[in-house]
């Protein structure tokens, strides 16, 4: 059974860097199609892809987040790390990550983590 487990410190304050991470269990993170699938979900908006990372190592990301996203494991952990440069208000969401075949891009894909909020304020 697929577990997914996101965590994050709650709170950034603008121009920060976002660190947040998931924990993942039940799947080989290295046997292909694998991918781990980060979103979001601002306030009374829709889900918002923001990138993956494959079984091979390599990412994709969304066009509007490529300059500020990245996304690395620990394979010694089984844990990803989705990092967001240069935060503002806007980046204020429910973050997700997803286990899947391919990229995820709504709810009915993907084993999903519960989520964590972060709010960017000073």
């Known amino acids: 059974q697929v577990r997914i487990q996101e965590s994050g410190p709650g709170l950034v304050k603008p121009s920060q860097t976002l660190s947040l991470t998931c924990a993942v269990s039940?799947?080989?993170?290295?046997?292909?199609?694998?991918?781990l699938n980060w979103l979001r979900q601002p306030p009374g908006k829709g889900v918002e892809w923001i990138g993956y990372?494959?079984?091979?190592?390599?990412?994709d990301y969304s066009p509007s987040l490529r300059r500020r996203a990245s996304i690395s494991k620990d394979t010694t952990t089984n844990q990803f790390t989705l990092r967001l440069s240069s935060v503002t208000p806007e980046d204020t969401a429910v973050y997700y990550c997803?286990?899947?075949?391919?990229?995820?891009?709504?709810?009915?894909?993907?084993?999903w983590g519960q989520g964590t909020q972060v709010t960017v304020s000073s």
């Open positions: 990372l494959t079984w091979a190592n390599t990412t």
């Open positions: 997803a286990s899947a075949q391919g990229q995820v891009t709504t709810r009915v894909a993907g084993v």
């Open positions: 039940g799947v080989s993170l290295t046997t292909r199609p694998f991918h």
